[in-house]
């Protein structure tokens, strides 16, 4: 279930941000969302079948003394996040990657995750003006704080200057 809050500075839904808008050192809050337990299993059976994601009894008997969601599904949480509510379908020109992906702790049914970036790097592009790179260090936390996933992403952005261009 996500957790929706209008109240978030520059994470608005009603966005339309370009690479001017990314400020290198801001950190912003992008929402919340609760894990679904029936859709983490549905999930793993599908894309990551391991009985620490599928099978309750072998979970349960296994080191995480239960079920524990995929970290494919923890980074598809990130996503949804980061896709609403820091890109912009007006600017987001893609993505060459991501680095640094780190599991950190495990994440289990009812965690209520929250997704916090910080803007690292805001770089305009040399040979091609009309956009740039934005380099965001990612963060997903639980409800204890604790940082259950990190990654550090690309993305181009295009700039509001080469909108019209």
């Known amino acids: 279930m996500i957790i929706e809050n209008k109240d978030l500075p520059f994470t608005s839904l ?3 941000r370009y690479l ?6 801001a950190v912003y809050v992008l929402g919340e969302i609760e894990v679904d337990g029936k859709e983490m299993v549905e ?4 894309f990551d079948p391991q009985d620490m994601h599928v099978n309750e009894a072998k979970a349960k ?6 079920l524990i969601a995929s970290g494919w599904f923890t980074g598809s ?3 949804r996040l980061f896709a609403t509510h820091y890109l912009s379908n007006a600017s987001s020109m893609a993505s060459p990657g991501f680095d640094d992906l780190k599991w950190n ?6 965690d209520i995750l929250k997704g916090q970036v910080t803007i690292n790097e805001v770089k305009r592009s040399k040979s091609k003006p009309d956009r740039g790179v934005v380099k965001t260090f990612c963060e997903i936390i639980n ?16 700039s509001r200057s080469g909108k019209d261009n």
């Open 14 to 16: 009603e966005r339309e």
């Open 20 to 25: 001017e808008d990314y400020t290198e050192g």
């Open 43 to 46: 999930f793993a059976k599908r």
């Open 61 to 66: 008997a296994g080191p995480f003394k239960g």
């Open 77 to 79: 949480i990130f996503m």
């Open 105 to 110: 702790a495990p994440v289990r049914p009812g």
């Open 143 to 158: 409800q204890d704080e604790v940082v259950v996933m990190s990654i550090r992403a690309v993305n181009m952005i295009a």
